[in-house]
Nanobody, 125 residues
Framework: VQLVESGGGSVQTGGSLRLSCAAS??????????MGWFRQVPGKQREGVAA????????YYADSVKGRFTISQDNTKNTLYLQMNSLQPEDTAMYYC??????????????????WGQGTQVTVS
C-alpha cells in the first residue's frame, strides 16, 4: 500500500486546511483496512488524530481535535481526507496518513499501522 499526503501548509490561528491522502496498492477490499491520520512534533511521540474504519466508516478522534477536525474518505478515488477547522498553534506538526491491514480502528496505536505516507507539514501561527 502506498500513501501520498498533500494539503499541508501555513495558516493563521483559527484558519482551516484540508489534508488529502492518495492511497494505492490495496491487495484486499478497502473495507478490510483501517486508515488514520497521525501527527508528530520533533521530540515527541507520534499522536493519533483521527481514524476511519473501512467497513462501516466508523470514525474516531483524539479528544484534542473533536469538533474541529473531520476525517472522511472517497472510496471511488481511494482518497482519505482530514478537514481541519479552528486551527490552533498546538496543531502545528507533521501530519501522516497511515493504513492498517485490519478493519479494526478504535484506539489503535501508531505501531499497529503497517503503511505510512511521507508526511505533510502543518504550521499554525
Amino acid at each position: 500500500v502506498q500513501l501520498v499526503e498533500s494539503g499541508g501548509g501555513s495558516v493563521q490561528t483559527g484558519g482551516s486546511l484540508r489534508l488529502s491522502c492518495a492511497a494505492s496498492g490495496f491487495t484486499r477490499s478497502r473495507s478490510s483496512y483501517c486508515m488514520g491520520w497521525f501527527r508528530q512534533v520533533p521530540g515527541k511521540q507520534r499522536e493519533g488524530v483521527a481514524a476511519i474504519a473501512g467497513g462501516d466508516g466508523s470514525t474516531y478522534y483524539a479528544d484534542s481535535v473533536k469538533g474541529r477536525f473531520t476525517i472522511s474518505q472517497d472510496n471511488t478515488k481511494n482518497t482519505l481526507y482530514l478537514q481541519m477547522n479552528s486551527l490552533q498553534p498546538e496543531d502545528t506538526a507533521m501530519y501522516y496518513c497511515a493504513a492498517r491491514d485490519n478493519w479494526y480502528c478504535r484506539r489503535v496505536p501508531h505501531h499497529k499501522f503497517e503503511y505510512w505516507g511521507q508526511g505533510t507539514q502543518v504550521t499554525v501561527s
